[in-house]
């Protein structure tokens, strides 16, 4: 069972920072795209930002600038690192990943990290 875990949210001041890490076990022969969706109460979930196996990273226009999302191939890891943040930016952050597993290509979702970001 492919399983993908997000760690290091929490608690954070307006204008400070976290990083969240996304690991991905199981049985994975390859995984190709990664994602970021936060999702705050009373709100759709939307993409934060994204980042293929070729390298292409897309960012939701909100976060430009301040946020990086970046992969650990080696590892099976992603990581958002987000500065500057914004208590509009409180939010359940999950990972998205497209799994190549047992010969079929499938979609992962973690269970979530919360990032709160105080005013």
């Known amino acids: 069972q492919v399983r993908l875990v997000e760690s290091g949210g929490g608690l954070v001041q307006a204008g400070g920072s976290l990083r969240l890490s996304c690991a991905a076990s199981?049985?994975?022969?390859?995984?190709?795209?990664m994602r970021w969706y936060r999702q705050a109460p009373g709100k759709q979930r939307e993409l934060v930002a994204g980042?293929?196996?070729?390298?292409?990273?897309n960012y939701a226009d909100s976060v430009k600038g301040r946020f990086t999302i970046s992969r650990d191939n080696a590892k099976n890891t992603m990581y958002l690192q987000m500065n500057s943040l914004k208590p509009e930016e409180t939010a359940t952050y999950y990972c998205?990943?497209?799994?190549?597993?047992?010969?079929?290509?499938?979609?992962?979702w973690g269970q979530g990290t919360q990032v709160t970001v105080s005013s």
């Open positions: 998205h990943a497209n799994v190549f597993t047992f010969g079929i290509a499938r979609a992962y």
């Open positions: 980042l293929d196996n070729g390298g292409s990273t």
């Open positions: 199981g049985p994975i022969f390859s995984i190709n795209a």
